[in-house]
Nanobody, 124 residues
Framework: QVQLVESGGGLVQAGGSLRLSCAAS????????MGWFRQAPGKEREFVAA????????YYADSVKGRFTISRDNAKNTVYLQMNSLKPEDTAVYYC?????????????????WGQGTQVTVSS
């Protein structure tokens, strides 16, 4: 069993930056693919970014490519999401999750052990 706790969300003006953290406990996540997803009010949860076990491969949704950076520190059992040039449409609850099952990295059905989420609000 893995417990994930997201933090770092908040209110920021458009163009600003935030760094989200996802701290894992209960089990090491160093051998797992990890992902970030987000859910805006009234919308389905969507893929944001993913990273392989070593951090050597990263993947992004087109909407955040070039603005967001996913990284990990396996020694700290933590995954990060650096978000720059934030836009109002980035407003959502952001979740991290462990990819346990087969399938594409951008399909949430392949993920388990979701955190409780952290709210990101970008004002215009």
């Amino acid at each position: 069993q893995v417990q994930l706790v997201e933090s770092g969300g908040g209110l920021v003006q458009a163009g600003g930056s935030l760094r989200l953290s996802c701290a894992a406990s209960g089990r090491t996540i160093s051998s797992y693919f990890m992902g970030w997803f987000r859910q805006a009010p009234g919308k389905e949860r969507e893929f944001v970014a993913a990273i392989n076990w070593s951090g050597g491969s990263t993947y992004y949704a087109d909407s955040v490519k070039g603005r967001f950076t996913i990284s990990r520190d396996n020694a700290k059992n933590t995954v990060y999401l650096q978000m720059n040039s934030l836009k109002p449409e980035d407003t959502a609850v952001y979740y991290c999750a462990v990819k346990l099952y087969s399938g594409s990295y951008n399909y949430q059905d392949g993920y388990a052990y979701w955190g409780q989420g952290t709210q990101v609000t970008v004002s215009s």
